[in-house]
């Protein structure tokens, strides 16, 4: 149980409610285990009257009379410290599920960009949810039944050993076995489970990667094979399963024979103590209703032991995220406004999952309120430098500057305030347009949003909507087409108004018209920013103070672009090339 001592702090913020909870559970089982007492000296009271110990039938239905009241009002009042068991416990288990799964989500969102190229969908989200019910069991249900466990075989042997040492020991004959059963099955039982929940997370991923890319899916006309495939992952999952509950299946019926054992154990040597009036019949049907009581307990000690199994394997995969450290960290409390000047000095960068060298001694300066253009071939280096400048990374060489300060000594999170990025590939919330825009700037007026949505020229596709700007968006934004997503995140970022503009390719899906009209815009907005436009287009670059140009990483050309289209070179051809296209 090593992985589940991680739950421990959770015990201490909680110690009050756990030990009200488990002093009402102490309270309601020896309530409970007082009434087979009641019911011995009811049987003895009858058996003393044949026996004529007692020969006045009034005292006799009086005293069964009085026994029959406290025996109601026992089971009454154990049943409600019952319910208030029940309400304390497992009201605790939900809120350190609570508090687990934040605790998990805030995690996520400390982790690098890095973690979630290493990490699939699928699997992050069945930690948080499958792997944490998995844990809430063991924190509620199995403490709570493990608690009435323990409660029932003190008080319960105790009065069993105070009644009858020797009829006592015979009944725990069968337990050393019963102990042997539970270790060797706890062991499989883990193991199993831990794979279980591995397929799990593997399902899991399956089908969201396969729900993400449907029309991919429908569209190649692959449905039939997707189908396969998922059968295939799915009878994986279920043998996996099957084989747990094997072992599950094992412990109630074991549990049952050992208990059944038990009471046979009971009657025989009981029986035969009673006929040599060693014991009195009520003795004997008392250890009878203790040893049926005990069969609960006995019988739910297969239950709990699977539950904290698997509890044990949920919290494993839990802690190995949790435990996770983040690349990226934030190394200053103090929060300042940035100016916007920029400066790459000699900057080295390599992925570390793919061992991709993305940038060379890239090298280079930008003033506030400047413009940088860069453009380059696909896998060139472009967007690195975008990540790098809202620190997704750090360099793995050189040194990246912010207002003459390196970026490593920023406060993480009052930088990425000041940033507004704008990606290749936007990503829109399945909320409302309003809302998606909004998400830049959290008390935006609808005044704000909709000159927002006008600078990114997406203003009049908006309203054309029913719903116009309380329009639902679908997963990742589906309801809207390549360019109006583009242009709802320019929208997004310009609501923010922040001191750096990051526009990486974010401009590919409109026509030529609009991006005149959008750039003309953004010309407008970001006085006074420092703004970085990434692109495959000149249209797009050539009114930047400062444009460089990459390829493998290596800046091969920089400079102004009436410099640059009289230079041989890259961009000149580039120039030439999308002037051609444009006349044609």
């Not at 300066?365 to 750090?394: F, N, V």
Request: aromatic share 8%; glycine share 6%; with cysteine.
């Amino acid at each position: 149980m090593k992985a589940l001592q991680y739950l421990n702090k959770y015990f201490r913020k909680y110690k009050w409610r756990i030990l009200l909870g488990l002093s009402i559970t102490v309270l309601s089982k020896i309530l409970s285990l007082k009434i087979p007492q009641i019911i011995r000296n009811s049987l003895n009271v009858v058996d003393d009257y044949q026996k004529h110990i007692i020969t006045d039938v009034n005292e006799v239905k009086s005293a069964l009379f009085i026994n029959v009241l406290i025996i109601v009002g026992v089971a009454l009042v154990a049943g409600f410290f019952t319910f208030l068991m029940r309400q304390t416990i497992i009201v605790t288990s939900r809120l350190i599920e609570f508090d687990l799964k934040n605790e998990i989500y805030q995690q996520y969102q400390r982790l690098s960009l890095n973690f979630y190229k290493k990490n699939r969908t699928g699997d992050l989200m069945n930690r948080i949810s499958e792997d944490v019910s998995k844990v809430r069991m063991y924190v509620g249900p199995s403490i709570m039944y493990t608690m009435n466990m323990l409660v029932l075989f003190v008080v319960g042997f105790t009065q069993m050993i105070t009644v009858d040492l020797t009829l006592t020991l015979y009944t725990l004959i069968p337990f050393p076995l019963l102990s042997i059963s539970i270790f060797i099955l706890s062991r499989t039982i883990n193991k199993r489970s831990a794979i279980v929940q591995q397929y799990l997370s593997k399902l899991t991923t399956y089908n969201q990667e396969t729900f993400s890319g449907i029309n991919v899916v429908k569209s190649y006309g692959i449905e039939t094979a997707i189908l396969r495939d998922f059968d295939a992952v799915v009878n994986e999952s279920k043998e996996k399963n099957i084989s747990l509950h094997k072992a599950n299946a094992l412990f109630f019926p074991l549990m049952i024979l050992l208990i059944g054992i038990s009471n046979l154990i009971v009657i025989y040597i009981g029986g035969n103590q009673y006929i040599n009036g060693e014991i009195q019949i009520g003795t004997v049907v008392e250890f009878t209703l203790y040893v049926n009581i005990l069969t609960w307990p006995v019988a739910v000690v297969g239950w709990v032991t699977s539950m904290v199994q698997q509890a044990e394997a949920s919290q494993s995969r839990i802690n190995e995220f949790l435990k996770e450290t983040p690349e990226i960290t934030n190394s200053s409390d103090k929060a300042e406004d940035i100016q916007g000047k920029i400066a790459f000095h000699d900057v080295v960068f390599t992925y570390d999952d793919t061992n991709i060298t993305a940038l060379k001694n890239v090298s280079f300066e930008i003033e506030p309120g400047q413009t940088l253009a860069i453009l380059g071939k696909t896998g060139s280096g472009k967007s690195t430098i975008a990540e790098l400048i809202s620190r997704m990374y750090d360099i793995t060489e050189g040194k990246v500057f912010i207002d003459n300060t390196p970026i490593a000594s920023l406060n993480l999170d009052n930088l990425r305030e000041q940033i507004g990025y704008v990606p290749q590939d936007p990503f829109l919330f399945s909320d409302t347009i309003e809302n998606n825009i909004k998400f830049g700037k959290e008390d935006a007026t609808l005044e704000d949003i909709e000159q927002a949505a006008k600078n990114a020229v997406v203003h009049d596709n908006i309203v054309e909507f029913t719903k116009g700007y309380d329009t639902i968006l679908g997963e990742r934004g589906v309801t809207l087409s390549g360019g109006q997503k583009q242009r709802v995140s320019i929208a997004r970022a310009i609501i923010k108004n922040p001191k750096i503009l990051i526009f990486d390719d974010c401009l590919s899906a409109v026509d030529t018209e609009t991006e005149e009209r959008i750039l003309s815009n953004l010309e407008k907005v970001s006085t006074n920013k420092t703004t970085i436009i990434i692109s495959h287009r000149v249209s797009s670059a050539k009114n930047a103070d400062k444009i460089i140009v990459l390829d493998d990483g290596q800046i091969i050309q920089q400079g102004a672009h009436e410099t640059l289209v009289k230079t041989e070179g890259y961009y000149q051809e580039l120039y030439q090339q999308q002037l051609l296209e444009k006349e044609i």
